[in-house]
């Protein structure tokens, strides 16, 4: 068994949808970035890959590529794991927060749980995912931006 832990954080913008756990959530603003920028699986992939030591999305996926370009992220996901199942591992589960002070995304958790499971191949109760505000400290309180962390299990 390997863990693995990952980071991502992209801009807040008006003119963009905003994705989040593989779904569109209803909202003024949506994050920027080269794909969808969906930063809660980002840093699943992020986890995924370091879990397996195989470096980072960035190194996979470059936002230099036009491969890339305005990808939904719900790919990079199913390819994150294709790399890491190239080295003998599995999914084993995950534990995700993403730091938001709006939209309010308890509403959206489950929607969210059921499409990463279904990308993944893994029963629901596999993948917890957390909502929290940073209590208006910081980029995220200053609706900046949205982060999210994730820690992941993988197994041989």
């Known amino acids: ?15 963009r949808d905003l994705w989040l756990g593989g779904i569109n959530i209803p909202f003024e603003k949506g994050l920027l970035g080269h794909s969808d920028a969906d930063v809660l699986i980002h840093a699943l992939c992020d986890a ?7 470096r ?12 890339t370009k ?6 990079l996901l199913a390819k994150t794991l294709e790399i890491i199942q190239q080295k003998g591992y599995r999914f084993g589960n995950a534990d ?3 730091c938001a002070e709006q939209p309010k995304l308890n509403p959206y958790v489950e929607e969210m749980k059921k499409c990463l499971a279904s990308v993944i ?5 596999n993948i917890s995912i957390k909502a929290t505000t940073t209590e208006k400290l910081g980029f995220t309180g200053r609706q900046e931006g949205i982060s999210a962390y994730a820690v992941v299990l993988i197994e041989k």
């Open 121 to 125: 191949g893994t029963d629901v109760e």
């Open 48 to 54: 995924l890959l370091g879990a397996a030591n195989m």
């Open 96 to 98: 995700i927060t993403v």
């Open 70 to 75: 305005d990808i939904d992220s719900k790919i």
């Open 56 to 67: 980072d999305i960035g190194y996979h996926f470059p936002d230099t590529s036009i491969d």
């Open 1 to 15: 068994m390997r863990i693995g832990f990952g980071y991502d954080v992209h801009r807040l913008v008006e003119g």
